[in-house]
């Protein structure tokens, strides 16, 4: 599965925007990205997806580069509910997509 | 719609023993997936049921097996448990957009809360 990198961690204060980069230079032009997020002691939960143009949604915005080797997502207004590790996720076309392979992920926290 | 659920949330047993996770997805979800996840490897697969048929494994012992009913419901066991197999226990269901049961690159998984199992 092609890697991304992502920051550890992150700061924000509630209702305002936060960008969470991740990086993705080894992907290939069938992979969609994904953004999961897990809070705390919950499973992870779907967020956003896309395949080159970016993405809206009503959790959160998903912004990819032309060249696709680095996206960034978008929330718009933090809010304390938001704090969460983000694992941003590439998920290919052969025939073992059914798995997510999940990295260390960004720490989101938000200040109140 | 009710959302994926796992019982039992907690469990505690001893090194030795065996386990049986039971997960019930989303209605009309035919795929299941396992995931582990502990502090130090974070979330790793461990297997996938469709149509009550494991289509892959991930890298673990034979040790860790899971089955499929016909109602979608999966289960998982652990037989002689080790302390490093503490750690929560994710179940995942997708609904299978392609026909024939090929999963496509935006299907979504839906998570349950996990089992957190402890073993002493």
């Known amino acids: 599965d092609a890697k991304t990198t992502q920051p550890n961690s992150m700061e924000s204060n509630e209702e305002e925007p936060v960008h969470l980069p991740c990086n993705h230079s080894?992907?290939?032009?069938?992979?969609?990205i994904h953004w999961y997020r897990q809070l705390p002691s919950q499973g992870p939960e779907y967020v956003i997806h896309g395949l080159t143009s970016n993405v809206n949604n009503r959790m959160a915005s998903l912004a990819i580069a032309e060249d696709r080797k680095s996206s960034t997502l978008i929330l718009h207004r933090a809010t304390l509910r938001d704090a969460a590790v983000y694992y941003c996720i590439l998920r290919g076309s052969g025939g073992s997509n059914y798995k997510l392979t999940f990295g260390k992920g960004t720490l989101l926290t938000v200040n109140p | 719609k009710a959302g994926v659920t796992q019982t039992p949330r907690y469990l505690i047993k001893t090194r030795g023993q065996q386990v049986t996770l039971s997960c019930s997805p989303i209605s009309g979800h035919r795929s299941v997936s396992w995931y582990q996840q502990t502090p130090g490897q974070g979330l790793q697969f461990l297997f996938e049921y469709f149509s009550e048929t494991q289509r892959n494994k991930g890298n673990f012992p034979g040790r860790f097996s899971g089955r499929q009913f016909s109602n979608s419901r999966s289960e998982m066991n652990v037989s002689t448990l080790e302390l490093g197999d503490s750690a929560l226990y994710l179940c995942?269901?997708?609904?299978?957009?392609?026909?024939?049961?090929?999963?496509?690159?935006?299907?979504?998984?839906?998570f349950g809360p996990g089992t957190r199992l402890t073993v002493l």
């Open positions: 995942a269901s997708s609904s299978v957009s392609r026909a024939g049961g090929t999963t496509s690159s935006t299907d979504t998984q839906y």
């Open positions: 080894t992907i290939s032009g069938t992979d969609y």
